[in-house]
């Protein structure tokens, strides 16, 4: 068996490699670790089985100072984030063997297509995860509230766009109370830390009547953390209405999905407030006009039927004075009528025998005392013959 010093195995590793990969070849990995030092990005790449998350492989890689000036620009502009941790590439490199520094892989180029084609696998498994656990609407099915003035905020405090969101919903005539739970609102730490904010409002006692998460301004380099299915199940299953604006105008995120709201910006989210306040006030003021006409209208007609009522009462109670007096008139007749002095006055006489009309002779005997009544005075006679 041959012996050797090192650096000999070394150089000859080195001359195999070189020989073995004349040229460059592309790579899938991981990217699991990530460093810039002097402007050379420094990785670790490593390769898992996919049921497990077990460890296949791990590589050492480099991309130089000069090509990592204009493929990290590149990357981003085409994914909307920058190289890091957690992403699945696909890299152009050169295998390089030095003897001092062990085998390590060059990078001289990236296809974004091939992270961009990962990123949208992971959202859509996470969608359906989501879907399956039945929790994917249930932040969405909780009634919005009509008048929306306690707000939970989750936010950077020191962003741009918190305080626009702040001076923006200042300007409103609404007395809108913001009360923020700070948070880091993009990078691998946001899901988590966004997650203990919510926490946080929960913890607090509070009663809110949404919360709202808004990303504090800067560049939309690093939306991914908003495809978390950790924050998206937290979202979804929140006990109140969540708002999201987290500074985007293209993409809408998992965060997005699962919110009760989704707007664009953190001013758009104060104008949508604001808007919502001044139309549920317009509609307040419309019922009230509507009310205020019926009821203006319903004493209208009740006093329009009161007045029908009153000219059938009074019409009802001429007509009962009407009969009455015709009655009376009856009555009076009759009385004249039957009076024994209208009789007298046609000639007729009235005898009374002790205070009592007579009317048959056969009452009498001879020698009664019987007093006659004429209509001018009376005399008194004794009976002395009687006939029958």
Known sequence: ???????????ILEDAVSRAF???????????????????????????????????????????????????????TSTGMDLRPGLQVLLCVEPRMHPLYGLSLVVTDADPSYTIGGLELERRKTMERL????????????????????????????????????????LSQYGFILTLFPALMQ??????????AMEQVIGSGKDFDLLVMIRGGGAATDLHCYDNYDLAAHIAQFPIPVVTGIGHHKDIHIADRVASLSLKTPTAVADYLDGHLAAEEESLFRISHNLERAVQRRIEEEKQSMNYLIRDIGGAVRWVIQHHAHMLELMEQRIKQNNPMTLLQKGYSLTLFRGKAILDAALLKEGDKVETILSK????????????
């Open 187 to 196: 990078g691998a730490d946001a899901p988590a830390s966004i997650i203990q």
């Open 131 to 170: 879907e399956r656990e039945g929790i994917l609407d249930m932040n969405r099915q909780l009634p919005f509230p009509a008048v929306p003035l306690r707000l939970a905020v989750i936010s950077s405090e020191t962003a741009a766009g918190y305080q626009d969101f702040r001076d923006h919903i200042g």
């Open 377 to 388: 005075g009376s005399f008194g006679a004794i009976v002395n013959d009687i006939e029958k």
């Open 22 to 76: 004349e040229e460059p070849c592309w790579v899938r990995a991981e990217i699991n670790q990530l460093s810039v030092r002097n402007g050379h990005c420094h990785m670790e790449l490593v390769q898992k089985e996919q049921a497990t998350d077990k460890l296949l492989a791990k590589a050492q890689a480099v991309i130089w100072a000069g090509v990592f000036a204009i493929l990290n620009p590149y990357f981003r």
């Open 1 to 11: 068996m041959e012996k050797m010093d090192l650096i000999d195995l070394q150089r």
